[in-house]
């Protein structure tokens, strides 16, 4: 246990602090609290920040400064990834085999959360994937059930994909992993402030997952009562060994939800959710097509407004906070390269951004938003824009093309757009 004590991996003593600690983010009716105040979210998605904490120390403090001069306070991380032979997929993995977790890359996280409590912002941890560009559910699958990790970049065939990668919730020896992942995460102890995580405010939530979806959009009844299950039970297991801060499941909302308001509210209405979550991709979901925006413009613009709304009402009534964790909209002409304008992408944040941060300002429960993804100084190194390893990281994982939704520091009008917005959040936290 001594050696264990020394790499940082368990925790010696309780959480620090007790639940009355008002520096931890706090649910209060539908609002967010932080150090009695109302608390809103200003965020940006940044997987791969604690894999800057641990190979890249100039470029993350660098980019955690750009973050913050454009009023951003909360990032969105990826905490661990699982080895995988699955091509899109990022390595070096945080797990390399069940049980044998990555000490160097798991201080990446202790040094990313020490420099984020110095600019006084919030993470938000996802603890696994339903995507494979991190390993995910699908390779705890193979590791237990023999199952081939099948890559849907490389089959095609997401349908399959997430039918099987479900399967995940019901096989006890990866959910015995999964849970064993979470203990030794939530026990770790900072390597860098000596804090213990679940003493430690700058985290503001657990989250069950990246996506997590039931299945794929026919899931059946059983698949759903499932979905619920494994929701409420593993939000109760963090709950256990970490009463201070916030669990959220990272749920895309109904696009996560086989299109089933009724799963949503079910799978959200559970105890030691705290807050709901959803996220908004009009590409990806075929309301938008890049290359042909005059004709597709409006009726995107549409369905997401729609999405955007209905989805702050499903908060009122479950009475919860909700926040708006990924959106993102790709360059002008459907290009990856950096000098391609964003005014596609500038529009359509403003519009995400004037539903999000209006609807705030009127006391409805929407808490804020985490934009989809800051990819700062990264650059694409292929021709291809495909990712290989040893290459920046950015706001693309490699399932993607590089370039693709990232915000680079060179985005210098989204920037400003964001700016723009969270400085309109932080004044309601002065109110
Ligand atoms: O969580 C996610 N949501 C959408 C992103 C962009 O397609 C994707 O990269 C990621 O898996």
Redesign the pocket.
Known sequence: AASLLMMGVVSATPAAASAADKSFVAVKKTQFTRNGNPYYIAGANFWYGAYLGANDRPRLLKELDTLKAMGINNLRVLAVSEKTDMKSAVRPATTNEPGKYDERLLAGMDYLLAEMARRDMTAVIYLN?F?Q?SGGMTQYLNWFAGTPALDPNVTKDYETYMRETARFYTNEKAQAEYRNVIRTFIGRKNTVTGKPYAGDPVIMSWQLA??PRPGNASSTPQEKDIYVKWIADTAAYIRGLDKNHLVSTGS?GLAGSSQDADLFARAHAARDVDYLTY?L?PK?WGWIDSKRVDATWSGALEKSSHYLNVHIDYAKKIGKPIVLE?F?MDRDGASFDIKAPTTVRDRFYKEVFDVVVGRAEKGDPIAGFNF??WGGAGRAANPDYWWKEGNDLMG??P??EQG??SVFDTDKSTIALIRKYADRLQALERK
Request: proline fraction near 5%.
């Open positions: 994937n995507w560009w990246n996506e895309e996220h991709w990806n990924e993102g989809w993804a693309d994982p399932q993607e693709l939704y």
